[in-house]
């Protein structure tokens, strides 16, 4: 979100992810209390311009293996 300078609201728009949702995915990552599901994580990418792999990553979730 700050690399691409949006935010929670903005991101909530472009996604559809209530923007309360989005803030505590930023602030406490895969480690948190709420913890994003993978359709919210692609959703998230896409919204964001980056690859899937880089956001799982940085939400330290594991990739899957390509099939």
Do not use: C, K, N, Y
């Amino acid at each position: 979100m700050h690399r691409r300078h949006l935010t929670a609201q903005a991101l909530a728009e472009r996604t559809g992810i209530r923007t309360p949702r989005i803030r505590a995915f930023a602030q406490d990552g895969a480690s948190g209390p709420v913890r994003p599901t993978e359709q919210e994580l692609a959703e998230l990418a896409d919204a964001l311009g980056l690859p899937l792999s880089e956001v799982l990553h940085a939400a330290q979730v594991p990739v899957p293996a390509p099939a």
